[in-house]
């Protein structure tokens, strides 16, 4: 090519306003409470931890911290529920009260999404349109299986386990809460659920819906706290099962701390998933679909797809195209509307980011990384991706669980299914190509729980969720996340 | 003082998301141990027609809506009968029967829409497969709406027997045309007003009053109809149908219990009598098999 | 004829994917400055449009009129960015529009539907050409199109814009006769190599018109075809975008997919007639703060 392209600019010429999402019909309390029993009640050591904003590391709220003692009161109240009302309730009546939470949550999802915003960091575009209509509507579907059971599970006289434990991470605070719940109360099971410490907020939120839906006091108890309280909750002996998402790190000391007891268990744990674009491919929607397979939530999302395949004919395009994308990228105040990358969400977390960052650069890979104005106060991480990368990189191998994306390329389709496995992680994986018989080669190869073909990131309460190897065992969603909350 | 005198309400029929007095302009009177309650439209065979045009455009978006919108759809059904429930029980009792009996035909009403509501987005989940063939091909079966579905309400229940008699075809993703109880029809227009207060979309559901033997004919012939859901007990009147029926190859369904408050009544395979069996074969390419790091 | 276009290797486009991306340019929320100067910038790539059977000299006086002054009472408005009428009429609006910075815009080629001889096309051309149209908008033989005859849509496409000397050829695909997303990137591609200066979506004479999803798929065949040849390509959407929100979106659509660059009437225009007293709306509720009524704004 004789003259060189100017490259185009995405800003500077006419740029968004401010458009911030309202607060003023939010109510937070400044301290929070434990729920168990249908009541808040006082932590028993009195202890309390703050909730802060990652946009602007303002304190938000005062959380209780709940002790050995605390959990112990949760699990009782739990049994007492189900030996008591709960496991006698008609399958139908039980269906009812779980409509019920679902219509409580979508009459006020626009406070739940702000609040969810304000605690995580998200962005409001998310929260507004993804976690809260998604979280509602596991709540829905699992209504409706409480009295069909007999119908997902033929000659199996389906029955409740008890009480499940759940622990649930902070990238999904209301989504994760809905995706533990809403199965363990259709199958008639009662719980105890701890959400994550910087992210406690929605959960807490809910657990008034619950109130208000006028559940019997115990069927469902909200506790909140960090690791040790987790681990209280793991310990304890009258847990019939543990519901747990989170790191696989964290993952494997429950399945030590669980060996040898009854507990059932569902882990749904890390990944490392593979997005393979072939030359094939609708190359703009594929962009489009990289975007949000790693920028979706600050790349806080289990299933990420955080490491790139490129078929290298299309190689050059490809990445022309995603860098054109990454420029209009908004990153900044989760409650603006136009924001498309929010606040990650702790400190802690920003700090193993940025040791990615480092390591890959150090490892030789080439960091890019779009201008965008962030803020000065709170935590953020810019869209990043590394090209020039290969297998044996750290950022190729560990979960990152930020914004961070490693490509590399591929020439044949079996040299590219050999990488795409080649990991101790199987959650999930994308593919892009025009051939419907090539995606079907590819989901059939995949050593993953979820493929997505010409799409990434896609939830539906319908549709099972869970990993392969090291991303954990079980699934939550659909007919299939029902099982682990039976005996047959 | 002069005594208020009340205001007495016409009871028309329901086409298209409107309600139209019927076409033919004629009337028959309800009455309860002899004392007249209200005139009903005594629908024609035009009606009929209009009904069935009105659902066969309906189809379309219908059957396209995603499931889960269908269950919130038939769900709020449920929420806005819960509202008029004094209303629905005051005319089942008019009609002739007991407050009990009729809170709890309003209460089984509720809770069938309910049940059917849970089903929209499950139905396939249940009921399809993917099929192990032995070629390299994925193959699966699912459950499809089948087209416009006629509806002969049961005689003797008002509430309960025309939203029993609606719901597996409305869950599965088909547009009804509704022939109402003839002998209860009161209950089957405030079911009218509440579907079309509700989110259903126009021509979705059409009920019609009046004389059924006089109105089976017609819409059993009908070549634009795909199934008829009979929930009666008249042996002639299945015969009719049936041979009716034959010219283009109707699904019929009998009810087989007349018991409408009976919960057999709730069941996936009245829906899946409305859907058809649809397979797909869609080829695997098999280049990499062996030799790949699977 | 140019063999390559019946073997031009445009990429496929998933027709979900698209929607969802529409879906996000849809959430985006323009307000105060932003919005302000957006609805200025709408305004000044309007191409204020009359094509109707019953127009005349006086019809088309009046929109020209219009044109000018398009609301007198707000200080520092731009004009729109062109007319466009039937050739026949073009005379009428060059004489109208004199020693405005508003261009004139002819429809030709057997407009709408484009059935007819090379011969007369080329003719209906040339007399709005010879009548002073800055711009000619013509449309492509769909028919030939849907045959797969690429060859004979592009050696057209190219007589025409060597017909058109110094005017500016907008192609008219006529999206909502083509089927999908996959043909509406073809006739892209076949336009904007066949010597296009606007590819432009619709007629307005066929529903659908412009959507944002179509108009999506054509600016990146433009974006395409400027990495590879370094040449920017205009774009215009018409028929169906009526109100100031939509044509915001229309406006974030560009940005984020062609920049800054595109960002003015040389590169961008809207196809419209009503948007105009929409985004007048707009612009004086922004100034006055209260809603506004159709009463105040004439209608030309």
């Given at each position: 090519m004789s003259k060189k392209i100017e490259e185009l600019k995405f800003s500077g010429e006419w740029d968004l306003a401010p458009a911030p999402e309202s607060t003023n019909h939010i109510s937070v309390k400044k301290e929070y409470q434990l729920f168990i029993g249908g009541k808040f009640v006082k932590p028993k050591k009195g202890k309390y931890f703050s909730t802060i904003n990652p946009a602007t590391e303002k304190k938000l709220s005062s959380i209780a911290e709940a002790s050995k003692e605390d959990v112990d009161r949760a699990v009782k109240a739990a049994r007492k529920a189900h030996s008591g009302v709960w496991s006698s309730t008609s399958a139908k009546e039980r269906g009812k009260y779980i409509y019920r939470i679902a219509r409580l949550i979508q009459e006020k999802s626009r406070e739940f999404a702000v609040i969810e915003s304000l605690d995580g960091g998200k962005p409001i575009r998310e929260s507004r349109d993804v976690d809260i209509p998604i979280a509602a509507a596991h709540f829905f579907y699992y209504a409706g299986w409480a009295d069909k059971l007999n119908y997902a599970f033929p000659n199996q006289n389906p029955s409740s386990l008890g009480v499940a434990g759940q622990i649930i991470p902070w990238n999904f605070p209301l989504m994760m809460a809905a995706w533990k719940i809403a199965p363990a109360l259709a199958t008639g099971n009662t719980v105890v659920l701890k959400p994550a410490e910087t992210t406690s907020l929605t959960a807490l939120k809910l657990a008034e819906v619950i109130q208000e839906a006028d559940l019997p006091p115990g069927v469902v108890n909200i506790i909140t706290g960090a690791g040790a309280t987790g681990s209280d909750i793991v310990n304890h002996k009258d847990i019939d099962k543990i519901a747990f998402t989170g790191s696989t790190g964290v993952g494997k000391i429950i399945m030590k701390s669980i060996a040898g007891t009854a507990k059932k268990s569902t882990m749904e744990l890390g990944g490392k998933a593979a997005n393979i674009v072939f030359e094939d491919a609708p190359l703009d929607q594929a962009v489009e679909g990289i975007i949000n397979g790693i920028y979706f939530n600050q790349g806080h999302v289990?299933?990420?797809?955080?490491r790139l395949f490129v078929q290298e004919s299309i190689y050059d395009t490809l990445l022309r195209k995603l860098k054109d994308r990454m420029q209009s990228l908004i990153v900044g105040n989760p409650l603006d509307k136009n924001t498309d990358i929010g606040a990650i969400n702790s400190k802690e977390q920003l700090g193993v980011i940025n040791k990615y960052l480092s390591l890959g650069k150090k490892e030789g890979a080439d960091m890019f990384q779009p201008s965008c104005d962030i803020p000065s106060k709170g935590f953020w991480c810019a869209p990043t991706l590394f090209t020039?990368?290969?297998?044996?990189h750290a950022i190729a191998k560990e979960e990152i669980f930020g914004p961070v994306l490693a490509v590399q390329t591929f020439r044949t389709i079996d040299e590219v299914i050999t990488k795409a496995n080649n990991t101790p992680f199987g959650l999930s994986a994308g593919v892009w190509t025009d051939k419907g018989s090539k995606v079907f080669n590819l989901t059939s190869k995949m050593r993953a729980g979820v493929v997505w073909a010409n799409t990434y990131n896609k939830f539906d309460p319908t549709s099972p969720f869970g990993g392969y190897k090291e991303s954990g065992h079980g699934r939550e969603g659909g007919l299939h996340g029902l099982a682990p909350y039976l005996k047959f | 003082m002069t005594k208020r005198i009340d205001v007495l309400k016409t009871y028309k029929i329901f086409i298209d998301g409107k309600f139209p007095r019927?076409?033919?302009?004629r009337y028959y009177t309800l009455s309860n141990n002899g004392k007249g309650i209200a005139n009903i439209c005594l629908s024609s065979r035009k009606d009929v027609r209009n009904a069935v045009v009105a659902s066969r455009k309906a189809f379309g978006s219908w059957s396209g809506r995603s499931a889960y919108n269908r269950a919130q759809v038939l769900y709020r059904i449920a929420e806005m009968i819960e509202g008029r429930r004094d209303q629905f029980v005051a005319e089942i009792i008019s009609m002739g029967g007991s407050k009990n009996a009729a809170e709890n035909e309003v209460n089984n009403s509720i809770d069938r829409l309910i049940y059917y509501a849970g089903w929209c987005d499950k139905i396939n989940q249940v009921f399809g497969a993917v099929n192990p063939v032995a070629s390299s091909h994925f193959n699966f079966s699912l459950l499809e709406p089948m087209g416009v579905v006629g509806i002969i309400a049961p005689?003797?229940?008002s509430l309960l027997g025309i939203v029993s008699a609606m719901l597996p075809a409305l869950a599965a993703g088909n547009p009804v045309v509704v022939l109402a109880s003839e002998q209860k029809p009161l209950c089957s227009v405030t079911l009218a007003e509440v579907l079309a207060t509700s989110d259903v979309p126009s021509g979705v559901v059409n009920i019609l009053t009046g004389n059924t033997s006089e109105l089976i004919p017609h819409l059993s012939a009908h070549m634009d109809v795909n199934a008829i859901f009979y929930c009666k007990n008249n042996p002639k009147e299945i015969n009719q149908i049936q041979l009716a029926a034959v010219d283009n190859l109707k699904r019929i369904v009998l009810s087989k219990n007349s018991d409408w408050n009976n919960s057999a009544h709730e069941t996936p395979y009245y829906i899946s009598d409305f859907m058809e069996t649809k397979t797909t074969w869609h080829p695997i390419e098999q280049i990499a098999g062996s030799g790949s790091g699977y | 004829m140019n063999l390559s276009f019946n073997t031009l290797d445009s990429p496929s486009v998933d027709k979900v994917g698209i929607e969802d991306r529409i879906a996000r340019v849809k959430a985006r929320s323009i307000k105060k400055e932003a919005k302000i100067k957006g609805l200025k910038l709408a305004l000044n790539m309007i191409d204020l449009t009359t094509l109707e059977g019953i127009d005349t000299e006086n019809k088309v006086k009046q929109m020209c009129y219009k044109a000018r002054h398009l609301h007198d009472v707000y200080a520092d408005l731009p004009s729109v960015a062109a007319v466009c009428v039937y050739p026949n009429f073009v005379k009428t609006a060059v004489n109208e529009l004199k020693g405005s910075a508003v261009k004139v815009a002819s429809v030709a080629?057997?407009?709408?539907?484009?059935?007819?001889s090379l011969n007369i096309k080329l003719e209906d051309t040339k007399i709005a050409v010879d009548s002073g149209a800055d711009e000619v908008d013509m449309v492509i033989s769909r028919g030939r199109f849907h045959k797969g005859d690429y060859g004979y849509v592009f050696d057209e496409i190219a007589a025409v814009k060597a017909a058109c000397g110094k005017a500016r050829l907008k192609v008219i695909l006529e999206t909502g006769e083509l089927g999908n997303y996959d043909k509406v990137r073809k006739a892209s591609d076949i336009a904007i190599y066949a010597g296009a200066d606007f590819i432009k979506t619709s007629t307005g004479k066929i529903q659908p018109a412009a959507t944002l999803p179509v108009t999506l798929v054509m600016l990146e065949a433009i974006k395409d075809y400027y990495y590879k040849t370094g040449k920017m390509i205009g774009m215009k959407p018409a028929g169906g975008i009526s109100n100031a929100k939509l044509a915001l979106h229309y406006l974030i659509m560009v940005k984020e997919t062609?920049?800054?660059?595109?960002?003015t009437n040389k590169w961008f225009r809207f196809g419209a007639s009503s948007l105009a007293n929409d985004l007048l709306m707009q612009l004086m509720k922004q100034k006055t703060g209260v809603y506004q009524s159709t009463d105040y704004f004439s209608k030309d």
């Open positions: 289990c299933c990420a797809g955080s020039n990368v290969s297998q044996s | 019927t076409e033919s302009g005689a003797d229940y | 080629t057997a407009f709408p539907s484009g059935h007819s062609l920049g800054n660059k595109w960002l």
